[in-house]
């Protein structure tokens, strides 16, 4: 309609040329879509390649490093154990040197043994002739003592007796102090005073009486020996007194102590309990969290672009699609 010799007769309506020049613009953009898809694709392709070149050359990097290291690890093993053999090779036989050694100090040790055994049994015996011989010098020295005491003793006597009788010679002998109680029947004594009891009967005579406090031998005062009485049980009272003192103070401290125990174990348990119910609710709130989370944080750096490129890629066709639907209704 356009071209040639009916150019001039033919013009095309306002709507007509609104309609061409939509279907221009739809084209155009079209064009302008496929283009820059187009270049998008490309532009993925050489990043998925530089991408797959720089992971296979990390391969070939770690590849290598594993490899150096591993032989490596092998040379230093194999060069211990060559280290190692050489020592085995030269410490052969001197297994059987040193048990051989061992035998000889074992021997001489046991018959050094022997001879300090022999050396402690003679030191022994000697030390037990010696006690013998002590124990005997000393029993005798003791039996000559008590000889000597007793010869004392009986010397003494004679002389103490001796004494008596040229003190007291006409002092009537025991045997005619018995015949005479009857001569002294009558006789009454009557004492006032507790000096004038004895400890004997009334009828013997005042040199043969023996008084409480009168003999310096005994020198024995019943005040005294009261007094002292009352001193010891005083003495004990207030030692028992200090004995219940200090088992009741005992007692308190170990009461105190075994309710500290007590307080201690209750107030552990409920420690326990109570970071039992706080654990519970930290991984109550952990599992919640890490549910919560999106899955693909678990997904390696490399997966997680490869999907983001695929998303891209399904939200480009989608547009393209829904675009070229809207270009057809339009048609």
């Not at 297994?95 to 100090?105: L, P």
């Not at 040229?166 to 005073?193: F, I, Q």
Request: aromatic share 4%.
């Amino acid at each position: 309609i356009i071209g040639g010799a009916m150019s001039s007769v033919y013009r095309l309506s306002p709507n007509e040329q609104s309609c061409l020049l939509h279907q221009k613009n739809c084209e155009r953009r079209k064009s302008r879509l496929v283009h820059v898809r187009e270049q998008e694709k490309a532009h993925s392709r050489d990043i998925a390649k530089r991408d797959s070149l720089k992971r296979k050359a990390e391969k070939e990097l770690l590849e290598e490093h594993i490899r150096a290291l591993t032989e490596s690890c092998l040379e230093a093993e194999l060069r211990s154990l060559e280290d190692k053999y050489s020592k085995t090779l030269e410490g052969l036989g001197q297994g059987q040197k040193a048990a051989q050694y061992i035998n000889d100090e074992c021997s001489r040790i046991q018959e050094l043994r022997v001879l300090l055994a022999a050396k402690q049994q003679a030191r022994a015996r000697e030390r037990h002739s010696t006690a013998l011989k002590q124990c005997a010098a000393k029993r005798s020295a003791d039996q000559a003592n008590k000889e000597c005491t007793l010869q004392r003793r009986k010397d003494a006597f004679e002389k103490e007796r001796q004494a008596s009788r040229d003190t007291v010679p006409g002092l009537m002998s025991p045997h005619m102090l018995v015949l005479n109680l009857a001569a002294d029947k009558g006789r009454k004594v009557k004492l006032k005073e507790v000096e004038g009891y004895s400890l004997s009967y009334y009828h013997i005579p005042n040199s043969m009486v023996e008084r409480a406090g009168t003999d310096e031998r005994l020198g024995v005062d019943a005040h005294q020996m009261a007094r002292d009485v009352t001193n010891r049980d005083a003495v004990v009272e207030a030692r028992c007194h200090v004995i219940h003192q200090e088992q009741s103070e005992r007692s308190w401290l170990r009461h105190s102590q075994a309710l500290k125990r007590v307080k201690l174990e209750k107030e552990k348990d409920r420690m326990l309990a109570e970071i039992g119910n706080l654990e519970r609710e930290d991984r109550v709130r952990r599992q919640r969290s890490l549910s919560r989370k999106p899955l693909d944080i678990f997904q390696p750096p490399q997966q997680r672009l490869d999907a983001l490129h695929e998303q891209q890629r399904e939200m480009e066709q989608a547009f393209e699609g829904l675009c070229l639907k809207a270009y057809t209704a339009l048609r």
